[in-house]
């Protein structure tokens, strides 16, 4: 499937059951056309790790995941020997009776031995053309491995000391995901092309739950959407995601629930609200008096 | 993400001029647009087409921004600039010194801002006007009051006394002693040192120069790394005797790199929180002090430490807490707050931070009254209580800092607490 335009984007996203806004479309094939990174920042649970799984199932493209963690460094996140094989190596040649040194080391440092790991691996040929490299939650790691990202993705190469320099015959679909836990270093951004992705509009956010819960009757998810649209505007230590009121959708229709109650949103609201002071502030009247508001608004529309 | 770029195609629009004019006035309204930037967004633009005007929004905001709080800036400078160009470059002459109004204190002379306004009578500046534009669409533009320095909301803004030579040499003492009252993070990252964990990677290379003998196990250990600082100062009336010594002490911890502490976030607080970090990364202490007195808005005014640190959870706790920081709060903990919940704001801060550090300069122990109810409902979510310490210096502050190893003073407040009931 050739991508010409940015409808031809949005459509292609929407067959994965992703549903997103133009604006993130336009950023998206821009990154497809420039062989540029995308640089996703936003809150939690907004679908910025889901565009990535959408982009590598409808280009039909592998997808390389890396999970940044503080510490992550270039074993874990680019490659390894495989020492456990090369001890073998060497006590099986001495067993032979022929350890010949040069010989051994040509031998030992090969690919044979080498673990790859997903950086790496994103620099391979892989079926089905470049893969989708994926690199989440950058905002986990440290800046040295920041700084290390900016050379690896501005050339797409590596360099293995003992075997040389690996580069991408393709440049890799590079997408890099943040929090914004700290900020990221704008020189990396400078590569980037940026985006904020932010909460959905409530047209926007029915969209998404008609794609991903089709199931769920149309009163049901129009007041769970009215009620979370509500509930971010309330002072809360955090906002629900999308991904929350996905997650909630499914949990009331695993439930049976043809419209929303007190009691109900009291039973379920662990599926929306993450931490406990928020959850308490949604005791009693305050969770009643949300529900009034949002189905007040409903009938406004 | 290449560095090797053909050409630009060649264009007989205006088009790449207009973008270019466009990322001049986004530099000048301070977002950082670098020359590569106008190259790519002129190449994204071409790419994208401009058929829609939401599309060219979009295109340009995905070349040009980087941060979410350039967006707000972003989106009225295209609005202004792709209406009239020639008229926003009218309009940058205005907007500037508000924008950038950091830039500008820097090079003003201390002083000259006071003698200015005495001159001016504290009459506004003029609003330039247009020169092709008639009046009349100058006043349906209205004209982005956001952007300028509102003279309303100056509540108070400070002038600090200049740092002595005197006191420079004592910052620079007090930093070579300080010491750190926490210990250093282990990172999961590693390092060629003698410790507990194999490197497979070393003691092969070593082995294979002895034809693949293995004489010595070589070991690595895990880096440590020292953890951020988050100093949430409260400049209220009561504390004003000690918030010059508080930011002088922030201002060197924050620009002796590698030092210590990795990186430094300072907030002040009175009435509202207001983020200073910026300006203490500058290296001349008394422009920085400078730029923070006047930035805050709420000097030597009232407290309110709930609101304040309520606001710090929900607006900045996850983007600076996040890497096990160390937070020092220094405050009386006399909250004036109407709306109360200090004990609640201080439980959520406490369960964010590694380690909370109170430092109270006022309260001594025989001045210890029941009564303080925000005492009593700060006390128990901090680390570390300090009570009495001399502040007013740099030195004293950092050894209260520094002597901030243990719970403090707060086991005996505690039990003072109880006593009363």
New interface residues.
């Given amino acids: 499937m050739t991508i010409d335009?940015?409808e031809d984007m949005q459509n292609l996203l929407a067959g994965q059951g992703y549903v997103c806004g133009?604006?993130l479309a336009?950023?998206g094939?821009?990154s497809l056309?420039?062989?540029?990174?995308l640089?996703l920042?936003g809150e939690a649970g907004t679908g910025k790790t889901e565009i990535a799984k959408a982009i590598a199932a409808a280009l039909g493209r592998r997808l390389i995941r890396l999970q940044c963690?503080?510490?992550?460094?270039a074993a874990s996140a680019v490659y390894e020997?495989n020492?456990a094989e090369?001890?073998i190596a060497?006590r099986t040649?001495?067993a032979a009776g022929g350890?010949d040194?040069d010989l051994?080391?040509a031998e030992?440092f090969t690919e044979d031995y080498l673990i790859e790991r997903p950086l790496l691996q994103a620099m391979r040929p892989q079926p089905g053309g470049a893969p989708v490299l994926l690199i989440d939650e950058i905002?986990?790691t440290?800046e040295?491995f920041e700084a290390f990202l900016l050379e690896a993705?501005?050339?797409?190469q590596v360099t293995i000391p003992e075997l040389g320099t690996i580069k991408a015959p393709e440049?890799p679909i590079?997408i890099l995901t943040s929090?914004?836990?700290?900020?990221v270093h704008?020189a990396l951004?400078?590569?980037?092309?940026?985006?904020?992705v932010d909460y959905p509009t409530f047209d926007r956010e029915m969209e998404i739950l008609h794609a991903r819960v089709p199931e769920a009757a149309e009163a049901l998810t129009r007041e769970v959407v009215a009620f979370v649209q509500r509930l971010r505007g309330e002072?809360l230590?955090k906002r629900p995601g999308v991904a929350e009121t996905i997650d909630w959708a499914k949990c009331l229709l695993a439930l049976d629930v043809v419209a929303l109650s007190p009691e109900v949103i009291a039973d379920t609201l662990g599926a929306v609200l993450k931490y406990q002071?928020d959850i308490q502030r949604l005791q009693g009247t305050e969770a009643q008096r949300i529900l009034d508001e949002a189905r007040a608004g409903l009938e406004g529309a | 993400?290449?560095?090797t770029y053909a050409p630009l195609p060649e264009t007989d629009g205006r088009l790449p001029d207009n973008i270019t004019h466009f990322a001049r006035a986004l530099r000048r309204a301070g977002l950082?647009v670098?020359p590569?930037?106008v190259a790519?967004a002129i190449?994204?633009v071409q790419?994208?087409?401009f058929t829609e005007r939401?599309?060219f929004y979009?295109?340009l905001?995905?070349?040009f921004?980087?941060?979410?709080e350039h967006?707000q800036v972003f989106a009225q400078t295209f609005r202004l600039f792709w209406r009239d160009p020639a008229f926003l470059e009218h309009m940058m002459a205005f907007l500037r010194p508000a924008v950038r109004g950091v830039q500008d204190e820097e090079q003003a002379n201390p002083g000259a801002k006071r003698a200015a306004e005495a001159l001016l009578d504290g009459q506004e500046r003029e609003v330039p006007k247009p020169r092709d534009t008639p009046e009349t669409e100058a006043v349906e533009i209205d004209i982005d009051a956001s952007l300028t320095a509102s003279s309303e909301e100056r509540l108070r803004t400070l002038d600090f006394e200049q740092m002595t030579g005197a006191e420079m040499a004592e910052a620079k003492r007090m930093l070579a002693r300080m010491t750190l009252p926490i210990r250093p993070i282990l990172?999961?990252?590693?390092m060629a040192r003698p410790g507990p964990l194999p490197d497979?990677?070393r003691?092969?290379r070593a082995?294979?120069r002895r034809?693949?003998e293995i004489t010595e196990f070589v070991t690595r250990k895990r880096r440590e790394?020292p953890p951020n600082l988050v100093v949430l100062c409260d400049i209220s009336g009561s504390m004003s005797a000690y918030s010059r010594a508080v930011l002088h002490f922030v201002h060197a911890v924050s620009n002796a790199k590698g030092q210590g502490w990795a990186r430094v976030h300072a907030f002040t607080f009175g009435t509202r929180l207001t983020n200073i970090t910026r300006h203490m990364d500058r290296r001349d202490v008394d422009a920085a002090l400078r730029a923070a007195g006047a930035e805050a808005q709420d000097w030597e005014g009232g407290t309110r430490i709930a609101g304040a640190i309520?606001a710090f959870?929900?607006d900045w706790s996850?983007?600076?807490l996040?890497?096990g920081a160390v937070v020092i709060l220094i405050t009386d903990g006399l909250d004036r707050d109407p709306d109360g919940g200090l004990d609640?704001a201080m439980e959520?801060l406490s369960l964010s931070a590694r380690q909370v550090i109170w430092l109270n300069p006022l309260l001594r122990w025989d001045g210890f009254a029941p009564k303080a109810s925000g005492i009593r409902a700060m006390l128990p979510h901090v680390t570390s209580f300090r009570a009495g310490h001399n502040i007013a210096s740099l030195q004293g502050l950092a050894q209260a800092i520094g002597a901030a190893r243990d719970a403090g003073d707060k086991p005996r407040y505690m039990a003072a607490l109880r006593d009363q009931g």
């Fill in positions: 335009s940015i133009r604006a336009t950023v094939f821009l056309k420039l062989g540029r990174p640089f920042e963690y503080e510490g992550l460094d020997w020492f090369q001890m060497i040649a001495e350890a040194r051994l080391r030992l905002d986990r440290d040295p993705l501005s050339d797409f440049p590079v929090n914004r836990t700290r900020e704008d951004k400078r590569r980037c092309l940026y985006h904020w002072d230590f002071d | 993400m290449t560095a950082p670098g590569g930037r790519d190449r994204a790419v994208a087409g939401a599309d979009w295109t905001h995905a070349c921004v980087s941060r979410p967006r990172s999961r990252r590693t497979w990677r003691t092969l082995s294979l034809g693949g790394r309520r959870n929900r996850r983007r600076v996040g890497q609640k959520r």
